[in-house]
């Protein structure tokens, strides 16, 4: 089973809003995580959790906040956004991160409108 | 700076034929490329993968070349089906980046039936 799951799917909020983006894997993996991505561009890393810790934060703005509480879940806080970080938002797992296996698979994503 | 260069923005092909993406990397540390396909509005789905101790991996339609000394490789795809229609994204790992993943641009792949 290669699943990842994210919930929800679409997410309409307001600058003034705080919502959470859920994702969940049962692979057994230890790295997770959080890229964004916009029309016509790879995805872009925001965050990555190594056996539950965060391990890479790749300058992403404190309005975004993640949170590893075990290592099946993974959420990424969202508050005070702006229009420009509407995008569809990728949750993605491997394994262990120390074994040289680099394949991540992803989740369908939450497409996030901030209005 | 790209690292991963996807020089094709688009690719057509008619079904039953052959589709070849290519990808081009500038970062010899590299040492793990591998190839995933995105339709709109999903996350994209790993396709297939090959260390750099490899220069060919193959999996059932799919098959991956890999040329170190050119720091090139392509993805071929045979037979080709209107279902490959899709977005196919390069992608390198290994080195200095261990396992974070970094993408080329992507090649949008059209089977016409």
């Known amino acids: 089973d290669t699943e990842v799951t994210q919930t929800p799917k679409h997410l309409v909020m307001g600058m003034t809003n705080k919502k959470s983006l859920k994702c969940e894997q049962h692979?057994?993996?230890?790295?997770m995580y959080w890229y964004k991505q916009k029309a016509k561009k790879p995805p872009e890393l925001m965050f990555v959790?190594?056996?539950?810790?965060?391990?890479i934060n790749e300058s992403v703005p404190s309005r975004f906040s993640p949170e590893c509480p075990n290592s099946s879940l993974l959420n990424l806080h969202l508050h005070a956004l702006q229009p420009e970080d509407s995008a569809l938002y990728l949750c993605?797992?491997?394994?262990?991160?120390?074994?040289?296996?680099?394949?991540?698979?992803f989740g369908p994503g939450t497409r996030l409108t901030v209005t | 700076d790209q690292q991963v260069k996807q020089n094709s923005p688009s690719l057509s092909v008619q079904e039953g034929r052959i589709s070849i993406l290519n990808c081009d990397y500038t970062n010899s540390m590299f040492d793990y490329f591998l190839w995933y396909k995105k339709y709109p509005a999903e996350g994209p789905t790993f396709l297939i993968s090959?260390?750099?101790?490899?220069d060919k991996n193959e999996d059932g339609r799919f098959t991956v070349f890999l040329n170190k000394s050119a720091k090139h490789l392509s993805l071929h795809i045979v037979p080709s089906q209107p279902g490959d229609s899709a977005v196919y994204f390069c992608?390198?790992?290994?080195?200095?980046?261990?396992?974070?993943?970094?993408f080329g641009a992507g090649t949008i792949l059209r089977v016409k039936s």
């Open positions: 959790y190594s056996y539950e810790k965060l391990s």
């Open positions: 993605a797992s491997s394994q262990d991160p120390g074994q040289g296996i680099y394949e991540q698979y």
């Open positions: 992608a390198a790992s290994g080195g200095e980046y261990g396992n974070k993943l970094v």
């Open positions: 090959i260390s750099s101790i490899k």
């Open positions: 692979m057994g993996h230890r790295a």
